[in-house]
């Protein structure tokens, strides 16, 4: 209950990126597994199945109680696939992500919850139980988990997955060993970088293993400590010893991997109807991850493709709360000292480093994608700072006040994490400087403060007739009463509005630079004293305004083949005529007819990059049947001058050949 309230209470008021993504995946599947479309349950290369199993059901259970629910939701689980830029598909989407949230925070606080039981086998009930609490308070953690998003539920189970092969190492059994592969097959069906834990597994089974090397053959006596046999078995050539450890490890490994791989099977049902080609389009979407760098990324104040091997070591530190550094410092120092209490912690310090390591070879690096180092760091910490109170048991005067001052620490941390609800996102490690200086190290923003700007833009007189651009839609368009709009060319010639998020601030999005910087923003999003995210009025159509309003005569036509800012803005004595939309050549042919009677020329603003459906039929009328004057080139697209004819039966196509 501890770890689940946070989780739950007063859900996170912006759309983190990949959440409509998951929410839309989760209702898909769920649709397809009950339509008996078994092979369509794979939804992306990364398989998420956990998240698909939780967040969907919660959002079919949500979506069977409310009217008209399950209708919506079979709708949009049996409908397109999803696009970020599609509002409509957004804001449908959205409808089931409160639901798909619960669905993921729960499965969150049960990890914490396996993270105390697991760890109490491998650190004793004191670490664990810091660990734990740790784990549940730390905003890093806390904010993935409270998101519709796989990255914190991979984070997790990768960690039960670990401490249950620690668990197994300390007191080997079957049942240990079983466990911990059931658990390993859970975390690579969320996310495949769990298959690092197969490398783990194959060093802990060989450990386990060598020890084993020491035990008496079964029926035999048990060898007296410091005997004779004792010391033959610990000086066993090697030779001799692998053939002892070999059968030990192959059958450990099979049982370990076959229940990894038994559960992987289990819990994708595309795996029950096309095994093969589900594989298939699963190392085919990986490899074509990997074999493609993320194309912006920003580390250490600039923006950079690849950001090389000291990305993720960076993003951690940033990542990490003070209790947790602290922690981590105090077991470093204590290695010096008590090295053999220190074994199992020394581990879990190798499976975090491991981990990064692992990360730093794929060219496609996002901070999130630490999470799962960072909830070993926890535990970790929790084991140094146990293991200062342990070291001061001769003290008892001392050991109260350490443990006396950890308890106002932890309790600190908690109010210190509870006091940036519910954006947990926007809390960076105060011992480095926190949220501002992050902000000029790493890439940093998930959606955070994009409800600031929906709030401010819901607001304004008219809102649910603007029109908006940007580059992260999802944040946005499912609250918004207006249009939202890619910030691309369509979208500046359309907008009233743009809004600059922090990440396109430091990545240099396309057509950010045009505002950003340059511009004076109408309304700024803050959080923990940074900006991120900055309103614009978008101006971009004053110039070709104030061309047409100086040269066009009083009685010309002003034409339009989409619904610009320039028509909604035009306040000259010129007609304003936008053929917007499909529609028939008669239907087309009767609207520009009746506006160019009588007109001495129409002004055709052609915008370049921009789609139109009335664009192929207008231009054919133009070019058959007017007669081409001149044309002026604008950074927008072309304003190409006709003269109607005498007769309105619409010659030239000089002049349309242009952008």
Known sequence: MLALLPRVVAPAPFIAWDELFWTHGSVSFWTALLQGRLADTFIIGQPGVPVLWVSGLAALLGALVRPGGWQAFSSLGAGPGYLAFDAGLLRQAAHFLPAARWGVALLSAGVVAGVFTLGRRAFGSKVALLGAVLLAFDPYFLAHSRAAALDATLAGLMLLAFLALLAYARRPSPRALALAGVLAGVAVSAKLPAVYLALVAAMVLLVVAWRSRQTPEAGSEPHAPGSEEERRRATMPWALALRRIL??????????????????????????????????????????????????????????????????????????????????????????????????????????????????????????????????????????????????????????????????????????????????????????????????????GWGEGLDQVTDWLNGQPDAERLKVALWPMAGLAPRFSGETYLLDEHGLVVADYVVVYLGDAQFGSLRTERFYGVAEPLFTARLQGVEYAWVYRNHSYEVELAYIREHAGPEDLVLLDVDAQLARHYSGPQQVLVLDGPMTAEAMADRLNEAAVGRPRIWYMRYRLVDSQARPLLTEFLVDDATYLEHVDFDSGRLVVFQPPALPIFGDPKGLSGP
């Open 247 to 444: 059968p030990r490890l192959f059958r450990d490994g099979l049982l370990w991997g076959g229940l990894a791989l038994a559960t992987f099977f289990v819990l994708w049902p595309a795996l029950w109807a096309a095994p093969l080609q589900t594989v298939e389009r699963l190392v085919a979407t990986v490899a074509e991850y990997n074999a493609r760098p993320d194309s912006a990324n920003f580390f250490l104040g600039r923006a950079v493709g690849d950001p090389g091997p000291a990305f993720y070591p960076v993003v951690l530190a940033f990542a990490l709360t003070v209790l947790t550094s602290a922690g981590l410092v105090a077991w470093l120092a204590g290695l010096a000292w008590r090295p053999a209490r220190r074994l199992p912690a020394g581990v879990l310090a190798a499976y975090a480093l491991g981990f990064l390591a692992l990360l730093s070879f794929s060219p496609s690096k996002y901070a999130r994608y630490t999470l799962p180092a960072a909830a070993a760091l926890d535990l970790l910490a929790a084991a140094g700072l146990v293991g200062w109170l342990e070291a001061a048991r001769a003290r008892p005067a001392l050991r109260r006040v350490l443990s006396l001052g950890l308890c106002l620490a932890l309790i600190g941390q908690i109010g210190w994490t509870l006091s940036s609800h519910p954006n947990y996102l926007a809390v960076y490690n105060p011992l480095l400087g926190g949220t501002r200086a992050a902000a000029r190290t790493v890439s940093v």
